[in-house]
Nanobody
Framework: QVQFVESGGGLVQPGGSLKLSCAASGSIFSSYVMGWYRQAPGKQRELVAIISSGGITNYADSVKGRFTISGDNAKNTVYLQMNSLKPEDTAVYYC?????????WGQGTQVTVSS
């Protein structure tokens, strides 16, 4: 069964940058949608950004202009470049993969924005 593993989280100061990666451990269907979600303590999980296998992207209003989602189909990996980070971006970030084969979540990676 395919698994998705996030990496790249950590502690960063306000205004800083991080790049998250979500890599598939096995083969994936060629047509899919992948998304980055986040969940802060005491809050519901929310959509941050999504990308289709065809490269169409969409972002939450709160991250537009600061975050960029991209994909490398050859590496079965999706990235989230996060710039101008704010304390309110602090959360556990999860990737989600959806295709005709099913829906898969990664285990999450912690992002903490603090001085």
């Amino acid at each position: 069964q395919v698994q998705f593993v996030e990496s790249g989280g950590g502690l960063v100061q306000p205004g800083g940058s991080l790049k998250l990666s979500c890599a598939a451990s096995g083969s994936i269907f060629s047509s899919y949608v992948m998304g980055w979600y986040r969940q802060a303590p005491g809050k519901q999980r929310e959509l941050v950004a999504i990308i289709s296998s065809g490269g169409i992207t969409n972002y939450a209003d709160s991250v537009k202009g600061r975050f960029t989602i991209s994909g490398d189909n050859a590496k079965n990996t999706v990235y989230l470049q996060m710039n101008s980070l704010k304390p309110e971006d602090t959360a556990v970030y999860y990737c989600k993969h959806v295709s005709v084969r099913g829906t898969y979540w990664g285990q999450g990676t912690q992002v903490t924005v603090s001085s």
